[in-house]
């Protein structure tokens, strides 16, 4: 009997969800990753940034609703030597590659029959996936937590968001601090 009320609430809650695929650009704002130093000032990443696709499913149509998703990013850095201080040495390119899982709760705030505003917040875990190092940094952990809070409009179709998140454990292996991560990205609702 139990079994059969899950499917039927399970069923009754997939009709009502919305799948809503989309893309974007993010990047790591706070100094607690920008200016990790492995030594005083030694190295430096720089322009943290990159681009990341996925999906959400928002499920409920009413005024409150859950939206899990699965986002992968893929974010580049920049990695300088600091050590000479008339020579700063370019050592190249990192890359990063992660999952995010976010598992947001909404609060659909409707305009018209064609457009609405949501606020939305709750964890997040980043797995990570796939490194390329060129520095002694360490690599990222391979699970982190944090908590991410956002706004998305939707018009027609089209599904446009801005979101924060902020790091609640460590992102490297080998240094101290968290990461800080903005968030764009435009998707279409289905």
Request: hydrophobic share 45%.
């Amino acid at each position: 009997m139990f079994f059969l009320v899950a499917i039927s609430l399970f069923t009754t809650s997939m009709l009502s969800a919305q799948l809503i695929p989309s893309v974007g650009l993010h990047g790591y704002l706070n100094e607690r990753v920008d200016a990790i130093n492995v030594a005083p000032a030694d190295i430096e990443l720089e322009g943290r940034s990159g681009w990341h696709a996925g999906a959400d499913l928002r499920i409920g149509k009413k005024i409150l609703y859950i939206q899990p998703g699965l986002h992968y990013y893929n974010t580049n850095s920049r990695v300088v030597d600091l050590r000479d201080v008339n020579l700063p040495q370019d050592l190249g390119k990192q890359n990063h590659v992660s999952l995010k899982i976010p598992l947001q709760a909404g609060l659909r705030l409707g305009l018209n029959g064609t457009a609405a505003i949501h606020l939305q917040g709750g964890p997040v875990a980043t797995a990570s996936i796939k490194e390329k190092l060129v520095s002694d940094l360490g690599g990222q952990r391979n699970l982190a937590f944090g908590v991410m809070s956002g706004v998305a409009v939707d018009f027609l179709r089209f599904n446009v968001h801005a979101r924060y998140e902020w790091g609640l454990t460590q992102a490297f292996e080998n240094q101290a601090g968290s990461a800080d991560v903005l968030s764009v990205g435009l998707g279409i609702v289905f």
